[in-house]
């Protein structure tokens, strides 16, 4: 097993990644909210967090990734609402569309999904066990606060403390909303007694017809889930605070020992679209789809998402997108020299990555680009080395040996990176065919006008045998090099 580090939010410094048990490590990546089409934002930090796992895996590690889905919440239940449908009939169409989309960008699906509407029940026990220790208290109208004052250690993760707060737990007033961004302690709600607006969406509880608040699904899925392996915690820059300081709060006071909740915090920094943020009004607000149209794929876009520092926010132009294609060609031709150099086919060569078998397999020349992926997952000075490589290496004139050993490492980058390079398309110069192929894919056009396709087929067999290929249309043939 390699040393992998990330930059853990919580203690300020990067790490090495010590499972608190053995090789497994527990991954909690906060999911989507289910309530219209992810945009490149999401896909930014949930593309940033494939790399993790798939870079802790290469490095030999095995990797229990959870990412629920936020299937209830003010967002969700006004959509159904706009819409005049059922929440789950919502819900349900968005998460369709969401695994559709992170197949299109090659991502891996976690083991686990959970539901927020399916953990309703852990979600009470919680509340129960907070009330219990006092660490929550009841209002009149059937909700329930969590009370900040009641933990020292709330704003470890946002330093909160250390920030000019506005308000102190002392002042605020409880606060009910999901989301909020003032730097305040004040005390937030895990149970929502049900109002008018939330329609039919609504759970019994001891304290009456209600919700959860969004924060206390993650504490709950998470301690069902990863309760013995509490190592990654992962989302968006805008969730350290309110989401996980809320989260730390909630799950470390529900135990009986203050057990740490989660011992890694990564956050990735936010993306803005050609230097602004992401809005519908500006008409910058970018899907998968969207992007699609404009004639680029997945694989593209990934590659624009990740390959700068996943803490540094990043401005996505289109021009990024075409300085991807034209980085993938590249990659994907080296893969094809090696593949064939090796003897090996990509395919085959990648499952078994993704099955472990080469985790202790050498890097050779590569050495450089995977130490450099594996401090923090420095994607862009990871990929200046294989470029570097690719420049300096004549896979011609290796041993097979050496061809090997650079195609499997090659491979293990290309895996932790997640390319599909399936998707990436070489074009072929033109080339102009001599008079004789032209004359030969004529006759060949001929007989299969006559339908003599026993000749078509020679004619045809001919041709492949020369290195030419024939594509028809409706009305006539091309001739390319194969
Ligand atoms: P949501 O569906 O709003 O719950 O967000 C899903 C994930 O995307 C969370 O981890 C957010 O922190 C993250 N996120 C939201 N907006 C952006 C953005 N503009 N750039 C990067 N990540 C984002
Ligand atoms: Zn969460």
Redesign the pocket.
Known sequence: MSEVTFHNTLTRQREPIEPTKGKLVGMY????????Q?????????LS?DVMRRTLQVAGYKVLHVRNL?DVDD?TIKRAFEEGKALREVTEHWTRVFHADCERFNMLSPQIEPKATDHIQEQINMIVALLEKDHAYATEDGSVYFRVSSFDGYGKLSRLKERELTTTAADASPNDSDEYERDSMADFVMWKSRKENDGDVFWDSPWGEGRPGWHLECSAMAMKYLGNNLDIH??????VFP?HENEIAQSECSCSDHTQFFKYWI??????VEGG??SKSLNNFYSVDDIEAKGFTPVALRYALTSSAYRQ??NFTMDSLHAAQSALVRLKKFSDETLSAAGLKRAALLKAIDKGKHSKDSWGPLAKAWQTLSNDLNIAGALGAIFTTIKETKTTELSAEAAQELAIAYHKLVYALGYDLTQVVIEKPKVEAPEEIKALAQQRWDAKQAKDWAKADEFRNELTSKGWKILDSKDGFEIELL
């Not at 992810?38 to 949930?46: D, E, K, L, V, Y």
């Not at 956050?267 to 803005?272: E, T």
């Open positions: 990546c906060c999911g989507p909210t289910v309530y219209a992810a945009h490149i934002g999401n896909f930014r930090t949930f967090q936020t967002k992962s989302g968006g820059e805008d969730l989401h956050h990735c920094a936010h993306l803005l943020k992401m926010t990043i």
